[in-house]
């Protein structure tokens, strides 16, 4: 591995690991004052936390093949 390509790896993680903490924060701590709302709440935050897993997935592939993604 490179060393100017760890900069991207390591910021990438960390933007997947916010949107993951994310999704857990609202999933786990969020009020909603109806059960429409709450619904609404458990949607965004699958839809958050589904987007920080896509994107832990692009950048564990991309640490995997570095020489194809020139």
Known sequence: MK???????VLGLMLSALFIATAL??????YAP??????????????????????LIRVL???KKPEENV
């Open 3 to 9: 060393t100017g390509s760890r900069l991207p790896a």
């Open 25 to 30: 924060s609202v999933y786990l701590f969020a």
């Open 34 to 55: 109806s059960p429409e709302a709450r619904r609404d709440l458990l949607l965004y935050a699958l839809l958050t936390g589904a987007y920080g897993i896509w994107r």
């Open 61 to 63: 592939t991309a640490l």
